[in-house]
C-alpha cells in the first residue's frame, strides 16, 4: 500500500484557508477584549463613585486626595482601609466603601509616576467643573504617563460610561493623545 502525502498545491489551499479565517476571526477577538476591558473600567469609575458617595453619606466630605496628605498617586483615599482615613473623618467612618482597591487598569500594570493604584482621586479644581463654582468637584482620573491604557481607547470608556463628548458630562477628556480621563464624582467641600 502506497503512502499518499499532500501536493503542494493542496497545502498551498490549506494555507490560504487558515490565512483568511485568522484575518477575520483574529481582529473580532481582540475587538471583543477591547470592548471586555473598556466595560470593566466603566464599571471601576462607577463602584469609584458609588464608594465616594457613601463617603460623603457617612463623613459630610469627600476623602482627600492623595497629594493632599503625602500619598503616592493612585493610592487607596480610605475608600477600603481605615487606616488610610485622614483627618475628623475618622470618627464617622462607616466602611469599608470598597473591597478592594483597583491596582491595575483592565490593560494592565503600573507604568510610572510612583503610583500604587490604577485610579486617583483628583482634589477639586477649578478648570473642570460642572456647576460652574471652581474648586468644588470631585473626580476620579487615569493618568496614561502612570497606568497603562491605549490613548486611542479614552473615547471608548467615555461613550462607555457617559455621552461620549469630551468637552462635557460625567466623563472629561483632556490632554491630546494620549487622553487624560476626569470622571465626576459630585460636589463637595474640602472638610478634613
Not at 458609588?50 to 486626595?65: C, F, H, I, Q, R
Not at 473591597?99 to 482621586?121: E, F, M, R, V
Not at 479644581?125 to 456647576?131: Q, S, V
Not at 465626576?184 to 467641600?189: D, F, I, L, Q, S
Amino acid at each position: 500500500m502506497e503512502k499518499r502525502s499532500f501536493t503542494l498545491v493542496e497545502l498551498m489551499v490549506v494555507i490560504a484557508i487558515v490565512g483568511i479565517l485568522s484575518a477575520t476571526v483574529i481582529p473580532q477577538v481582540i475587538r471583543s477584549i477591547d470592548k471586555a476591558r473598556v466595560a470593566r473600567t466603566g464599571a471601576e469609575l462607577k463602584m469609584i463613585q458609588l464608594a465616594m458617595d457613601a463617603y460623603y453619606a457617612d463623613t459630610g466630605s469627600y476623602p482627600p486626595s492623595v497629594s493632599d496628605w503625602g500619598r503616592a498617586w493612585g493610592a487607596d483615599v480610605g475608600l477600603v482601609d481605615r487606616g488610610n482615613v485622614v483627618g475628623g473623618h475618622l470618627t464617622s467612618w462607616n466602611g469599608p466603601y470598597l473591597k478592594n482597591w483597583p491596582i491595575k487598569t483592565a490593560w494592565g500594570d503600573i507604568i510610572g509616576c510612583g503610583a500604587q493604584g490604577a485610579y486617583y482621586i483628583h482634589p477639586p479644581i477649578g478648570w473642570i467643573n460642572r456647576d460652574g463654582i471652581a474648586g468644588n468637584d470631585y473626580w476620579i482620573h487615569m493618568n496614561p504617563y502612570c497606568v497603562r491604557y491605549p490613548p486611542q481607547v479614552a473615547i471608548d470608556i467615555d461613550r462607555a460610561v457617559d455621552n461620549g463628548n469630551a468637552g462635557s458630562g460625567d466623563m472629561r477628556l483632556t490632554g491630546g493623545v494620549p487622553e487624560y480621563v476626569y470622571f465626576y464624582v459630585g460636589e463637595g467641600t474640602r472638610s478634613w
